[in-house]
């Protein structure tokens, strides 16, 4: 039935088990193999060979491109452009709250933040509160985006008159 080696195999492994063992002829095993045991297995963590490769090559990539000189040397007299410079506090306060007004006047889903978690100090917050008022007024009248414009416009001012509006 089937073939010779098979059928003797079977035949032996047959021969030394112990009485009361059932065999079908349809399931032989002929061997087990079982991976070798001196297989390099990298600890826990490590990443893969290819990934360890690429990491390697971006690091190197960017080592070289960050010494290279290919940036323009700063005029002499003007800051390095490592030191970042801070924006001037009328700049800041306008740009602040502006953008917050605005979402409180589209009613957007964070609109409904209060003033620290916004960000402003309690005088960008009374400019803030004006502003919304005088955006909702104007939007009644001349629509949404003249009110828009108006908050820009309104902002702006009253950032400037109060120099940043930082106090509070």
């Known amino acids: 039935m089937g073939t010779p080696a098979l059928d003797a195999g079977t035949a032996a492994c047959r021969a030394a088990d112990p009485p009361g063992i059932r065999h079908s002829a349809r399931f032989a ?61 009328v700049q800041v306060c306008t740009t602040l709250v502006s953008y917050w007004a605005k979402e409180t006047l589209l009613g957007t889903k964070w609109s409904g933040l209060d003033w620290e978690q916004k960000g402003l100090s309690n005088d960008q917050y009374a400019i803030h509160e004006d502003a919304v008022a005088a955006g909702r007024a104007e939007e009644r009248t001349a629509g949404r985006t003249k009110a828009l414009e108006l908050i820009d416009r309104f902002v702006a001012q009253h950032c400037a008159e109060q120099g940043g509006a930082t106090g509070g």
């Open 29 to 89: 095993v002929t061997s087990v193999v079982s991976p070798p045991a001196t297989a390099y297995r990298p600890p826990m963590g490590t990443p893969p060979r290819p990934a360890r490769y690429a990491a390697r090559i971006l690091l190197t990539a960017l080592a070289l491109t960050g010494c290279s000189s290919s940036a323009p040397s700063p005029a002499a007299g003007s800051a390095s452009p490592s030191t970042p410079t801070p924006a001037p506090p």
